[in-house]
């Protein structure tokens, strides 16, 4: 038979197997582009300018380091400061209150160079204030025995970077701290590159300061991003869980006896507008500090609308189930556990997935109550001192737990309820997940 | 019915399980809220490298924001708090009221008012929006600020403004100035290219002190171990006293505030860290604001005219040199 292609859209056609993991592959994809798109087209937006060589100043007290970003603006204006701090260190005025301040100045003027030599790949990260390596850097820039491909230098900056090692190499030809110079020597003028605003990292910044992070080896008594990630854990399912105990039984006996139901709901459904975070403060009263009142306010904020869904969801189990288990003679006891429970578990089991996210949704305010915890510590932290290279993966990461958690959920629903399985066995879903033609779909073709 | 008492049973035991949450706090170690004022982050010298144990003194640092660490304290979760001894009035008069034994230092330019650009200076304030944390250090850097250009406290208007927020809240252009502390501060200048600092604390001298400020049963109840903490703090501004340590010291007080060191390094003018030797003097019982006690008094003065609480607070109370006094009695 000629293959005939069927359009795109249909109304109210599913499209084929192929087509659909095409548009699920797409779905992800196009917002990468767009994000690749406007980080690495230089003629897209980028206002700012990330310095690649910054300089330390004396006469301000805001320290801009490379890595930072400054308006296409005042960039002139920084750089015209260094310029002239350097004019005025040739002209022999020195700012620097005493010659043990020069020396410090000194020191970090040459410590400037760090960050090309890691971009370079010659010292590691940790590596920047390494003042004997350092000092060889200069040394080697200098000569010419190194030439640094990214960033170039300026040939002002290489001007420089020969003068200057004139003056060190005089004095010492490797580091001592005691024999830096006591004039002050010259400062490198920044250099940088367009960018997009701090809070609209490049995807490769964000990939490689998360790899960084992750994998950072931190010191003792410090957190690891994976001790934080156990703790946000702990967190939402220690809200969760503490609210099914109870949310789960409540739910059941008052959609299942209108006694319950007029007893507990009309109050539950008076709190539950009452919003979680304002009682973060009151939590952290009666709770004091640590995770307890943070799993407390997980737990307000899910418990009430739990006991709400699952009452509801089991007034909606099929009337004939109890009907038919009435007239074989069950008792309450009987009817509750061998109809009513059994018979809402598929959809109870939707619902604990729908609720596992809105806990998920409490996590970030209960972490920032009391002592901040957990990844949102970090996120707030990082936030805050605007790296927002760092806080892209942590928002990412507890992105793809709570998806592909929800995903693992949805798929094991078949496997607990194997009677709602429409004909596909668990191992055909998962073909079906990914996209794979299937036996049955290839004998189909035959 | 048998329903109703299994439902009971699981209430209870859930109310257990909620009841071993709240309880797993133990109130053993001393425990001392800290946050981020350059003054107080040297603590974290003292933390990393294990001088506490090492003094005999088992203390659990509980690093909150400022405000934060205030109501930790007002809610008898810490012993003690790193506070300001203008804030220690307040938070003495609306809440708790509390000793201080240590004067870490004062402040020297770290505490700032930063405008937008285009204001220049305190007075182009006039009819603006400051974002300032109400009540609190900042707040009374202002209305002194406000008060030196012979202006009224009604001449700008406060806009509560926590203050790690203040560096966003002035980039977003709601308002047009705010006043902040290093770290916030800095971010606020560096966040807004063009902002300047309109007045600092090295305008007013001697008008913020930075203390630790112990609950008086903990005081009591555990003066040899606060005395411990006393030792301690010395060995720490020994150790940043001493220049050859700089890096080091840098290294782990950046790393509390997740700056860079070279970042962190103009901090340390700003926040004159106090000596041995220059404490004992500020703990001389002096007027003006060369004395913690004249300063106590001014501020004290200064928050009745501003209404900020209604009723006159004791300096002398809030004050005690004796651990300081005896620590160096011991030095001799």
Same mark, same amino acid.
């Given at each position: 038979?000629?293959? $005939? ?14 087509? $659909? ?16 798109? *406007? ?20 006469? *301000? ?144 910044? *964000? ?126 006891? $009987? ?71 929800? $995903? ?39 | ?12 035991? /859930? ?52 405000? /934060? ?93 926590? %203050? ?35 007045? %600092? ?16 049963? @903990? ?31 840098? /290294? ?22 106090? @000596?041995?030797d220059e404490a004992l003097a500020r703990w001389e019982e002096a007027k003006g604001l060369g004395s913690i006690y004249g300063s106590t008094k001014y501020v004290d003065d200064f928050n009745l005219e501003f209404e900020v609480y209604k009723e006159a607070q004791d300096a002398s ?11 160096? /009695?011991?030095?001799?």
């Open positions: 038979m000629p293959k $005939q292609k069927t359009p795109w859209l249909r109304v109210h056609k599913p499209l084929s197997k192929k087509r $659909q993991t095409f548009l699920t592959i797409l779905s992800f994809l196009i917002p990468i582009l767009l994000w690749c798109a *406007v980080s690495y087209t230089p003629f897209i937006w980028h206002p700012d300018i990330k310095l690649d060589i910054s300089a330390n100043r004396s006469d *301000v007290t805001t320290v801009y380091t490379a890595g930072d970003r400054l308006s296409k603006e005042y960039f002139p204006t920084f750089v015209d400061a260094v310029r002239k701090a350097n004019a005025d260190a040739t002209a022999g005025i020195n700012p620097n209150a005493s010659p043990r301040a020069t020396r410090r100045s000194n020191q970090k003027d040459l410590r400037q160079i760090g960050a090309v030599a890691v971009k370079n790949g010659w010292l590691e990260h940790e590596q920047t204030e390494d003042d004997a390596a350092l000092y060889h850097i200069w040394r080697d820039l200098a000569t010419g025995t190194k030439i640094s491909k990214s960033p170039q230098l300026s040939e002002e900056n290489l001007t420089i970077i020969k003068q200057n090692w004139a003056t060190l190499s005089a004095t010492s030809p490797d580091y001592k701290s005691s024999s830096l110079p006591e004039t002050p020597i010259l400062k490198l003028i920044p250099q940088g590159t367009a960018s997009n605003p701090v809070y609209l990292p490049a995807p490769h910044e *964000v990939i490689t300061t998360g790899w960084r992070d992750f994998n950072a080896s931190v010191e003792e008594g410090e957190i690891t991003m994976s001790a934080r990630f156990l703790q946000s854990i702990k967190i939402v399912f220690g809200g969760f869980l503490l609210s099914c105990l109870i949310g789960i039984p409540l739910g059941i006996m008052c959609g299942t006896f209108d006694f319950f139901s007029r007893l507990f709901e009309p109050f539950i459904d008076f709190f539950r507008y009452l919003p979680a975070p304002t009682f973060s403060t009151l939590l952290v009263a009666i709770f004091l500090a640590n995770d307890a009142p943070k799993i407390a306010l997980v737990f307000v904020g899910t418990f009430f609308q739990m006991v709400l869904i699952i009452s509801k969801t089991t007034r909606l189990l099929d009337h004939s189930l109890l009907e038919a288990a009435q007239t074989l003679g069950a008792k309450p006891t $009987q009817l509750l556990k061998n109809v009513v429970v059994p018979g809402i578990l598929p959809n109870l089991y939707d619902d604990l997935r729908i609720l596992l996210g809105w806990a998920w949704t409490w996590l970030v305010i209960a972490e920032l109550i009391g002592v901040k915890s957990g990844l949102t510590e970090f996120i707030e932290t990082q936030g805050r001192y605007r790296n927002f290279d760092r806080v892209f993966p942590i928002i990412f990461m507890i992105g793809f737990v709570g998806f592909f958690t929800d $995903q693992i959920l949805a798929y094991s629903k078949g496997f607990f309820f194997p009677w709602l399985r429409v004909g596909s066995s668990p191992l055909e879903r998962l073909r079906q997940f990914f996209g794979v033609p299937s036996d049955q779909n290839k004998s189909k073709a035959v | 019915m048998k329903l109703i008492t299994e439902f009971i049973k699981s209430a209870k035991v /859930a109310a257990i399980g909620a009841l071993a949450l709240a309880g797993s706090v133990s109130a053993e170690p001393l425990k001392i809220a800290y946050s981020d004022w350059p003054g107080w982050v040297a603590w974290e010298i003292g933390i990393k490298k294990g001088w506490f144990k090492e003094a005999g003194v088992e203390v659990e640092f509980e690093w909150y924001d400022y405000v /934060a660490s205030m109501d930790a304290y007002v809610a008898g979760s810490v012993d003690a708090v790193s506070m300001t001894n203008g804030d220690a009035l307040v938070t003495g008069a609306t809440g708790k009221p509390s000793t201080c034994i240590i004067i870490n230092d004062y402040s020297n330019g770290n505490d700032m008012i930063v405008a937008a650009p285009g204001i220049s200076t305190i007075k182009d304030l006039k009819g603006k929006k400051v974002g300032v944390e109400e009540g609190f250090v900042c707040h009374l850097l202002l209305l002194k600020g406000l008060k030196d250009a012979g202006m009224e406290a009604s001449d700008v208007t406060i806009v509560n403004t926590p %203050t790690n927020e203040t560096a966003q809240v002035l980039k977003s252009g709601a308002v047009d100035a705010i006043g902040a502390w290093q770290p916030n501060s800095g971010q606020a200048l560096k966040a807004v290219s063009g902002s300047t600092p309109v007045f %600092t604390s090295k305008d007013a001298p001697g008008i913020i002190y930075d203390g630790l400020f112990v609950s008086a049963e @903990s005081l009591e109840k555990n003066k040899e171990d606060w005395a411990k903490v006393v030792s301690v703090w010395y060995k720490i501004v020994d150790f940043m006293k001493n220049e050859d340590n700089l890096d080091e010291a840098l /290294a782990i007080l950046s790393k509390r505030v997740n700056l860079k060191p070279e970042e962190y390094e103009p901090f340390l003018e700003g926040t004159y860290i106090l @000596s041995l109370k809030y004050l005690d040199p004796s651990f300081t006094k005896a620590y160096a /009695a011991s030095k001799k």
